[in-house]
């Protein structure tokens, strides 16, 4: 008989929320490493999906800046909600609080942008009820790198946590024994797109 136990520090489908911030057409364009912050989040899409953990997306002012990017929205399932907003904090949003209460995760994983502002915003928003917030730094970005890393320096200093897609898609997992397991290995194993900026 075994006496492992997983640690509580690592990320399962179980406590975990994936929350897919403002990744819209008419922002992307402008941001550092677009599209490497598409690739690593689609993946992250796509094994939150597989593994049932629970995706969010917001929008900002999506009149203005459009809708979420095609490679994305394809990868959002059915059931997660995609929330308009204008606040740049995603918990500003009545609905998250709403959706948040139906859920006890106690892990909110965050991508997208702008980091220095609405993930910003956002991450010290969920520090704030209590929540332990990750950020996928292959997959946030800010239209100028001083920007995300003062922002990513902030962050980590205030107790948020820093982790890449890749890591946080076999956390998930747990074990090369789970059914999902080499469809989680392939997704790894893709060749992220030449950064062209």
């Given amino acids: 008989m075994t006496m492992y136990q997983r640690s509580f520090s690592l990320l399962s489908p179980e406590n975990s929320l994936l929350f897919v911030i403002d990744i819209q057409e008419r922002l992307m364009p402008a941001i550092s490493k677009g599209d490497t912050i598409i690739f690593n989040t689609r993946r992250l899409l796509n094994s939150a999906q597989l593994l049932g953990v629970p995706i969010f997306v917001s929008e900002q002012y999506p009149q203005g800046l459009g809708a979420t990017v095609t490679e994305i929205a394809l990868a959002i399932p059915e059931t ?3 929330i308009a907003k204008k606040s740049f904090s995603i918990c500003a949003v009545e609905e998250i ?3 948040l209460e139906k859920h006890s995760a106690s892990k909110i994983i965050l ?14 928003d969920f520090l704030a009820m209590g929540k332990e917030v990750i950020l996928v730094i292959d997959a946030i970005g800010s239209r100028f790198p001083i920007d995300e890393a003062t922002a990513i320096r902030r962050l980590e200093s205030s107790g948020v946590t820093l982790a890449t897609a890749e890591s946080i ?8 024994e789970h059914p999902q397991f080499k469809t989680i290995s392939r997704l790894a194993k893709e060749t992220s797109p030449p950064i062209i900026r």
Avoid at 169 to 176: A, K, L, N, P, V
């Fill in 97 to 99: 609080e709403r959706e």
């Fill in 169 to 176: 898609m076999f956390e998930w997992c747990g074990t090369s």
């Fill in 111 to 124: 991508c997208g942008v702008e980091t220095h502002v609405c993930i910003l915003q956002s991450a010290f």
């Fill in 80 to 82: 997660a909600p995609v």
